[in-house]
């Protein structure tokens, strides 16, 4: 990342949320909110966008891990969580993906600076997977939308499905469109034949 790592605290003790914020300025990274209670890190992530949310578990008004959630359903944020000591049940409950690491107090900038590092790699190769699923998913339904538009053109003009399909080419080419796109004009156009036939 080219340039400062952008990060939001909320932890509802002032000395440790101080301590924070010092030790991710002086390990480079740009301090955007720092907030005490869970609503107002909602509120503070909603105007800065962090990169990364370090977060108390047990913050008033809600708690962490629903501020978390909050914070992810408006967009992708990954989230390091804090807590005063370690908790299995917990941790079991903070399974999402948005999670990516937890501290229990007191925190040390070594222990800090692993946690970021490890948890944006985690947060990256689970986001890029995510993307690469939904690709894969796109091309999928692009594949059928374009089999049924070639079915189409072979019905209509009668001709072979080779032939159907370079004529579905040539239209892409001609106007300078995608194939996916005419494939998506052609069954616009044949269910809006079929519905007329209805009527």
């Keep these: 990342m ?37 609503q107002e890190l909602i509120d503070r992530c909603q105007e800065t966008h962090p990169d990364l949310v370090i977060t108390d578990i047990r913050m008033p008004r809600p708690d962490g891990l629903q501020a978390a959630r909050t914070i992810n359903a408006q967009a992708p944020t990954p989230v390091l969580l804090v807590s005063a000591h370690h908790d299995p049940e917990l941790l079991a409950s903070a399974s999402a993906d948005y999670i990516v690491g937890y501290l229990v107090k007191p925190i040390t900038e070594p222990n800090l600076k692993t946690a970021i590092t490890v948890g944006l790699s985690r947060f990256e190769n689970f986001q890029s997977v995510t993307r690469e699923s939904a690709e894969l998913r796109q091309a999928l339904e692009d594949r ?51 519905s007329l036939d209805r009527t």
């Design 2 to 38: 080219n340039r400062k790592l952008r990060v939001a605290i909320g932890e509802d003790e002032g000395e440790v949320r101080s301590y924070l914020q010092e030790a991710l300025t002086r390990m480079g990274y740009q301090v955007v909110a720092s907030a005490g209670t869970g």
């Design 144 to 194: 059928k939308l374009i089999e049924k538009a070639k079915g189409i053109v072979m019905h209509r003009l009668q001709v072979s499905e080779d032939e159907a399909f370079r004529r579905l080419r040539k239209r892409a080419s001609d106007q300078n469109m995608k194939l996916i796109e005419v494939a998506r004009q052609l069954v616009s156009a044949e269910d809006i034949f079929h």
